[in-house]
């Protein structure tokens, strides 16, 4: 058992494959130059689809309308990268209007999106997201950082440890507000969804 960046890893397999198996990079849990907000939840559904809810984020633009959904999800492609245990989805957003929460917290009227989903297998995603203004650098924008690790429970249930960090408005207790609510409801739009196939 290891803790990392206010997590706690546990390795249930072969004790020498731990020794050589790196704990996910989780920093931003801890960065005094980020924020965040975090929601544990157990889930009533399987691991798998949550994987599988992660790994395509498409769903955004239909499900999470009143949030992260917007049209420029479903409207632009991915790119599939494969390393190791690490399958990265890329999806660019170029010249797009903000989705409903990202409008709320930069009001700006145009900007550049992304968001890069990367599984470390066999249980955490770490999803780099963010918006910039049109043709800026990523690392000058918006900029966040969800953690997702992801724990069988039992056959049909399964554990969800979810953080949403973010690089701007630190310290902020109104915006760390805004945010819960915000990610509680696509939580809960995810549940839904998940439980109901």
């Known amino acids: ?29 801890d960065d005094p130059d980020w924020d965040r907000v975090t929601h544990t939840r157990l889930m009533g559904c399987n691991s798998g689809l949550l994987h599988d809810n992660l790994l395509d984020l498409t769903h955004e633009s239909f499900l999470h309308t009143s949030t992260i959904g917007d049209d420029a999800v479903f409207e632009n492609g991915v790119t599939i990268e494969v390393e190791d245990n690490i399958v990265s989805v890329d999806r660019f957003m170029p010249g797009c209007y903000p989705s ?30 963010g918006v910039v203004e049109p043709g800026g650098r990523r690392e000058d924008g918006y900029r966040f950082e969800v953690l997702n ?14 953080a949403f ?10 915006m760390n507000e805004v ?18 196939q």
């Open 1 to 29: 058992m290891v803790e990392s960046h206010r997590w706690i890893w546990a390795w249930f397999g072969d004790s020498e494959l731990a020794e050589t198996t790196p704990v996910p990079d989780t920093h931003w849990m």
């Open 100 to 129: 409903p929460l990202f409008a709320k917290v930069t009001n700006a009227e145009v900007v550049d999106r992304w968001h890069t989903t990367e599984f470390q297998l066999p249980s955490v995603h770490v999803i780099h997201a």
């Open 149 to 162: 690790a992801i724990t069988p429970a039992k056959q049909g249930q399964a554990w969800y440890f979810y």
């Open 165 to 174: 960090c973010r690089n701007f408005e630190v310290g902020n207790e109104e």
């Open 179 to 196: 945010l819960t609510e915000s990610q509680g409801t696509v939580l809960d739009e995810d549940a839904w969804a998940l439980e109901h």
